[in-house]
């Protein structure tokens, strides 16, 4: 007993054990809480439709460790006669270790609504979807900024000075980064200028892809071959940018070349066949077909059309089966496709002393 008596910083080493014991006992009570309230909370909101409750039980799922170890802390530091500074630092921590725990809470809950906005917007704008990532961005620092500051104000530090100096101290940090700046207010104009979005189709130079992401510094493709193109958004924004993501309709124009012996009565029968052979295909708009000119080796006739699908391989399938129908209607027409072809002239002698040229038909 006289163990127990023993003073130490003002408290009997019972006072300490009490002290310590309440400490265990809370954070006890608050991780069980934690481990029994959030499933059943988890269960009513997969009952209802609204997505607030589903916010609610993913941000209180992410609740850390030093959370209870401060209310412990605290809570047990209130059973102590502990002298003034020892009360503002048990406070202070217990404060910041609140603080962040609420950013924390806020920031998950925030993901997880941002994430849920993206998937249902994705298909019908996904340059909305862009957009809200960006905005969470600026929120999720929004958060930590006002955590720091309030932390930094709890334990004492002279906020105002503290940012007074961080602006000027910006300058030169603005100066020393002007490219990752760069690229920064790049991913700004990107979101709300919207030249892309996600899952846009790009063409650059040489370099083709997917949009996959849109970060702060760097905007990510996906190639067709499979590996991922990272460019800097500045230099992106840069480039002169095919986007076929925005393509609505596909414009095709075709040449088909028959051969100069073709009689005039069949010319003026391609037209309508070409015609024709657009028409019979869905998801096509004809402009015209028209005997263009004279080749080197063909008589050529120029068709347009318009396929009323971005995708490529409806495009691919359209002129396929065109091609087909022209290749039948030719052979029922006897009509031929021209080839490269050279007309050579021999000369052969004749008996009475001169040349006669017969010409012969050669494959170039």
């Not at 102590?80 to 809950?109: E, I, N």
């Not at 920064?184 to 899952?199: E, T, Y």
């Not at 609505?248 to 070349?257: D, Y």
């Amino acid at each position: 007993m006289q163990a127990l008596s023993a003073s130490f910083l003002g408290n009997t080493l019972q006072q300490w054990l009490i002290a310590l014991g309440v400490g265990l006992a809370t954070i006890a009570v608050v991780l069980t809480v934690m481990r029994v309230l959030v499933p059943r909370i988890a269960r009513l909101a997969r009952r209802t439709r609204t997505d607030w409750d589903d916010l609610l039980v993913a941000a209180l799922t992410n609740t850390k460790w030093f959370f209870a170890a401060a209310l412990g802390l605290m809570t047990g530091a209130l059973t102590l006669s502990l002298s003034a500074r020892a009360d503002r630092y048990v406070l202070g921590m217990t404060v910041v270790a609140v603080l962040v725990q609420a950013g924390v809470w806020a920031s998950t809950a925030l993901r997880t609504w941002l994430e849920g906005y993206q998937r249902r917007q994705f298909e019908t704008d996904r340059g909305a979807a862009t957009t809200v990532a960006a905005i969470g961005f600026g929120v999720q620092l929004l958060i930590w900024s006002a955590v720091l500051l309030l932390s930094l104000d709890n334990l004492g530090v002279n906020v105002s000075a503290l940012i007074a100096g961080l602006g000027i101290g910006g300058v030169a940090i603005a100066l020393a980064l002007q490219n990752i700046l760069g690229d920064l207010f790049a991913s700004l104009a990107i979101v709300l200028d919207r030249p892309f979005v996600l899952g846009d189709f790009l063409i650059m130079d040489s370099y083709l892809g997917s949009v996959e992401h849109i970060g702060l510094k760097t905007t990510r493709l996906r190639s067709l071959s499979g590996e991922q193109l990272v460019f800097s958004n500045a230099d992106l924004l840069s480039s002169r940018i095919r986007n076929y993501g925005r393509m609505r309709e596909r414009r095709v124009v075709f040449t088909v070349g028959v051969t100069y012996q073709t009689p005039k009565r069949k010319l003026a029968e391609i037209p309508g066949l070409l015609r024709q052979a657009v028409l019979a295909q869905e998801k096509t708009r004809f402009d015209r077909a028209h005997f263009a000119g004279f080749g080197d080796f063909s008589l050529n006739f120029e068709t347009v059309y318009y396929v009323l699908s971005a995708d490529y391989n409806v495009y691919m399938d359209i002129q396929q089966a065109i091609n087909l129908a022209l290749v039948e209607a030719f052979e029922q027409r006897g009509i031929e496709f021209a080839y490269p072809t050279q007309m050579l002239y021999l000369a052969r002698a004749e008996s009475g002393g001169g040349q006669e040229a017969e010409p012969m038909l050669q494959p170039s």
